[in-house]
Antibody, heavy 121, light 110 residues
């Protein structure tokens, strides 16, 4: 079955960086973009950006430009999201999700199980 | 670009129907059929329940239905059940090639 499995929880000091992985299985990795979405405790969903596993092309939400990088390793069907210059407001659960498309629409499904990133000194 | 606008909360009794609105603009909901709805129970991963405005993934109850009129999308849940109590988020693709989410609606089943 199609599945996305993320790396485990991380704790970082303010100003540090974190890199979260998302291992895909059950489908052809290079045929679907991977998106990243985060959710702070008790808050809504915030879209962060996407990576195209075939080309490596990326697109980021404006609020993260300059401190975010998304990448992939096709040999191990894994996508990555790195966030730099972390601040306390970046404490959240980070999700990867596959951008699935039909002839008329696209949607996020499935989702990874989420990775809790805590930024605290 | 601002988030899509959803009511903070809605409630209904078992067996009733409720509708959650999601207001956007002509640059997102009004332009594209890339409207989705997600259900999220506390501590759980968001679950896709509606995509392409009004399609349901396999396994999702037909009590969930979606629609769109102009710049506003809607999610209707009929025959409310206690397990429907959750947070619901809408999303839409935009003309800026980004994905927008609503802030979420908390559904309480009375």
């Amino acid at each position: 079955q199609v599945q996305l499995v993320q790396s485990g929880a991380e704790v970082r000091d303010p100003g540090a960086s974190v890199k979260v992985s998302c291992k895909a299985s059950g489908y052809i990795f290079t045929e679907y973009d991977i998106n990243w979405v985060r959710q702070a405790s008790g808050r809504g969903l915030e879209w962060m950006g996407w990576v195209n596993p075939r080309s490596g092309n990326t697109g980021y939400a404006r609020q993260f430009q300059g401190r975010i990088s998304m990448s992939r390793n096709t040999a191990i069907t894994t996508a990555y999201m790195e966030l730099r210059s972390l601040r306390s407001e970046d404490t959240a659960i980070y999700y990867c999700a596959r951008w699935s498309c039909s002839s008329t629409s696209c949607w996020l499904d499935p989702w990874g199980q989420g990775t809790l990133v805590t930024v605290s000194s | 670009q601002s988030a899509l606008t959803q009511p903070a909360s809605v409630s209904g009794s078992p067996g009733q129907s409720i509708t959650i609105s999601c207001a956007g603009s002509s640059n997102d909901i009004g332009r594209y059929s890339y409207v989705s709805w997600f259900q999220q129970h506390p501590g759980k991963v968001p679950k896709l329940i509606i995509y392409d405005v009004d399609d349901r993934p396999s396994g999702v109850s037909n009590r969930f239905s979606g629609s769109k009129s102009g710049n506003t999308a809607s999610l209707t849940i009929s025959g409310l059940q206690p397990e429907d109590e959750a947070d619901y988020f809408c999303s839409s693709f935009t003309s800026s090639s980004i994905l927008l989410f609503g802030a979420g609606t908390k559904l309480t089943v009375l």
